[in-house]
């Protein structure tokens, strides 16, 4: 009798474990009648079809969130196109339900761009001069050249760095808001954005081994300024205004500046976009009105972070025709010295709104030769580039 107790007692507790065991393991393996015994199998979150030695792995939308990714409104996640979907081998082994080793992945810092990219215009092929191995001949060297032809087609192909662009209707400010565009378009972001006229030639009075060129550029990566300039030595005081007046007191490869000639400006990845494009409202009377305009949202807008080169000279001995004048009107300055207040809080607002004024009451030459912001102390190496950063300095 007692035996009998205990079977019956052991036949239950197994029923009820083989219950249990059921309920809880079975929702993991399931088959699909309507697939033609095609197996599904949830794994640690994820829906696993398998028929025929073959395998998806399809990441169920609910456990997207968890594992940090993040999905569009119809359920894909974004940046991707359809469904979420990795091959793996294929298995003859049957498939078995397994608890999936989960890692953690530390995501490294993007490293910030390294390569630069040069924009000029010209009638149809770039001068020899740029062709020289030392110049932009040599590919692979870390930069990259878009040409605007602003007469005829160039159909040279012997340097694959070197993107031709035609476009026979534009000014010397809308060409180079062509080039901008073109720049802004590509999928690569630049370290620098470097706007050139096809007559500048840059020297080194040093002649140092490296070359003008190669030195300037990693000169430029080596302190990013937000926007840098090499000085006309032809027709501009600046240089020597700087050098007799040694603001800082000590001798410096890159000089704060106010004015900066247009044939040779290099602008910050972080600081282009709050510069450019070029205004070209007065074309009709100068063409010099599109390049004050950008001095005057330089200084406003970076102040302290706009720089000469004090150690490279550069010049253009070719003049072509074309409307100019340096006498730009009050109401010029007013057009070109608006809406600043947007870019700014509100206490940097009132210190940039002082370099505004100091712009529509004096004289724009006088300013830009006498303004306090040339006796900044020098901004560190790899300053953060932001707008209004030292407005109140």
């Not at 007559?199 to 302190?223: C, H, K, M, T, V």
Request: include cysteine.
């Amino acid at each position: 009798m007692i035996a009998a107790v205990k079977f019956a007692y052991i036949a239950l507790s197994a029923t009820v474990l083989s219950c249990l065991l059921y309920s809880s393991v079975m929702p993991f393996f399931k088959w699909d009648a309507s697939n033609d015994g095609v197996r599904k199998t949830a794994v640690g979150g994820k829906e696993t079809t398998c028929a025929k030695s073959k395998c998806d792995v399809v990441t169920s939308t609910r456990n997207r969130s968890a594992m940090g990714s993040t999905s569009s409104t119809n359920g894909t996640p974004s940046g991707s196109k359809g469904t979420n979907r990795r091959r793996v081998k294929p298995s003859s082994s049957p498939v078995t339900a397994t608890t999936p080793h989960v890692t953690t992945q530390w995501h490294k810092p993007i490293p910030p761009p390294s390569n630069i990219l040069y924009l000029i215009q010209t009638e149809q092929c770039i001068p020899p001069y740029f062709k020289l191995n030392d110049v932009f001949g040599s590919p692979n060297l870390g930069y990259e050249i878009i040409v605007l032809s602003f007469k005829e087609a160039c159909l040279d192909t012997s340097m694959p760095h070197v993107q031709y662009l035609l476009d026979n209707s534009t000014t010397w400010t809308t060409g180079r808001n062509v080039l901008f565009e073109a720049a802004m378009s590509r999928n690569q972001t630049y370290l620098y954005y470097v706007f050139m006229d096809d007559d500048f030639a840059l020297g080194d009075p040093r002649q140092l081994p490296i070359g003008p060129w190669r030195r300037f550029e990693n000169s430029l990566r080596s302190y990013e300024p937000a926007i840098a300039a090499i000085d006309n030595t032809l027709i501009s005081p600046i240089r020597n205004f700087h050098v007799e007046r040694q603001c800082s007191g000590e001798a410096a490869e890159f000089i704060g500046t106010v004015w900066f000639d247009a044939i040779c400006n290099a602008f910050h990845y972080k600081a282009i976009r709050h510069i450019l494009p070029y205004d070209p409202t007065f074309d009709q009377q100068t063409w010099w009105a599109s390049q004050m305009s950008v001095i005057i949202r330089s200084e406003v807008l970076f102040r302290g972070q706009v720089v000469i080169h004090s150690e490279l000279f550069g010049r253009n001995e070719q003049h072509r025709p074309y409307p100019r004048d340096f006498n730009f009107s009050p109401e010029m300055i007013d057009h070109m010295t608006k809406d600043f207040d947007t870019f700014f809080p509100t206490f940097r607002a009132r210190c940039a709104n002082v370099t505004v004024q100091q712009w529509r009451t004096m004289n724009h030459l006088e300013h830009g030769l006498t303004s306090p912001t040339l006796c900044l102390p020098p901004a560190p190496f790899h300053d953060t580039i932001s707008p209004g950063r030292y407005a109140c300095a």
